[in-house]
Each structure stands twice: as C-alpha cells, then as structure tokens.
C-alpha cells in the first residue's frame, strides 16, 4: 500500500482564520514533506521532516507552521495567510529521506487552498 | 540556468505515436533521478526512477546520461490516458536529505 491520505480536500478559508491541514501515511516511512504547488508550476518544498525532527524549512513564512504528532502524521498549521497562499498543499512521505533512487517519494492527493 | 530544465511544450502527438521528452540538470553531485506524472489537478506519481544503465517499464523507457548531465523519457504507442504533465526530478545532490528539484514539466496531449 502506498498510500498518503490528506484532509480536507478542500479548504476556503478568511485571512484571519486559523486552520489547519493533515495528512498521514502508514507504510512506516520515516520521512515526510509538504510542497506548494501554483497552477502550471512544480511543486515548490516547504518543510521536511525526518525522523519526527524538523530538517529543512525552505525560508517558509511563519503563517505557515509545520507539525509532526509522530512518524505517521504531519500537520500544517495556518494562520493570517493572504490570498497569494491559495494553492495545492501537497503532502509526500519516504522510507529514510536520504534521496535514493529506490527511497522515492509518494505523494498525497493534496488540498486546494482558497484563501479569501 | 534552472537547476532542472524541460521543454514545456505542449507536445501534441497522434494514438500510436513515439514520443520522446528531454532534461538536463545543472548539479553533477546529483544521484537520484526520476520522473513523475501528474495528471490535471492531480498529485504528481512516480512513473520510474532512472538508472545509469537505463531502464524500461513497458512502452516507456528511461535514459541517463552522467557525462551530458541529461534524462530522457521515451513513450512508444501513445495511449490517449497518457496525457497528463511529465516531470524531471532530480535530487540537490548532497546525499543527506531527500530534497527533490523539479523541473517545470512537459505536457503531453495524445490526440485520437
């Protein structure tokens, strides 16, 4: 099974609100990511974590901030975004995070984020 | 210079065409390649990873070559379900993280 499950699927949200997205893996993958993806871009990285700690921040704003519960969950909480945040948020996972051509990265089906 | 290159196209191609999609990348530390498939709307999936020696799955074959810092993707007898966006992936290079540069995609739009 290689699945990545995200919730919700959709999120329209006000420039104040406070909400937050999630996304959960079961195939014991240590590794685990959130890109942003812009229509008709690649997804962008934000934040990696590896082993339930916090390895690479891409100079993400700090409206966006990551969680990891434990090695199956990864939230990401938003607060005071602006309308030029709506985007795909797209949740991956890995077996290690040691980029390997055999530890690849599965991707969730995302949520599509409308801020207003 | 972007860091992975590709054509954007869109390539348009009839049923039943060969069609072949290129990439160069800037980092020779890099050591991991790959290419994904994203559907409109869709999550990227990984469609196969690329070996030095190359590599098939069926009607797609993978290239890589070290020298020329350059990936290929061959598809023979397109199928209209191929459609979808193609994307070079390759890893920065350093070893210890699994941060993944992406190149900017290749459409494919397979015709009747």
């Known amino acids: 099974d290689t699945e990545v499950t995200q919730t919700p699927k959709h999120l329209v949200m006000g420039m104040t609100n406070k909400k937050s997205l999630k996304c959960e893996q079961h195939?014991?993958?240590?590794?685990m990511y959130w890109y942003k993806q812009k229509a008709k871009k690649p997804p962008e990285l934000m934040f990696v974590?590896?082993?339930?700690?916090?390895?690479i921040n891409e100079s993400v704003p700090s409206r966006f901030s990551p969680e990891c519960p434990n090695s199956s969950l990864l939230n990401l909480h938003l607060h005071a975004l602006q309308p030029e945040d709506s985007a795909l948020y797209l949740c991956?996972?890995?077996?290690?995070?040691?980029?390997?051509?055999?530890?690849?990265?599965?991707f969730g089906p995302g949520t599509r984020l409308t801020v207003l | 210079r972007k860091e992975v290159e590709q054509d954007p196209g869109p390539f348009n191609v009839p049923e039943g065409a060969t069609v072949a999609f290129n990439c160069t990348y800037s980092?020779?530390?890099?050591?991991?390649f790959f290419w994904y498939r994203q559907d409109c709307r869709k999550e990227p999936k990984l469609l196969m990873s690329?070996?030095?020696s190359g590599n098939e799955d069926g009607r797609f074959t993978a290239q890589l070559n070290r020298a020329s810092q350059y990936i290929s993707l061959l598809i023979r007898d397109s199928k209209l379900s191929d459609s979808a966006t193609y994307l070079c992936?390759?890893?920065?290079?350093?070893?210890?993280?699994?941060?993944?540069?992406f190149g900017q995609g290749t459409t494919l739009q397979v015709k009747p």
């Open positions: 991956a996972s890995s077996y290690s995070g040691r980029a390997s051509s055999t530890d690849t990265q599965y």
């Open positions: 195939m014991g993958h240590r590794a």
């Open positions: 974590y590896s082993y339930e700690k916090l390895s």
């Open positions: 980092n020779s530390a890099s050591q991991s």
């Open positions: 690329v070996y030095s």
């Open positions: 992936v390759v890893d920065e290079g350093s070893g210890n993280t699994g941060k993944l540069i």
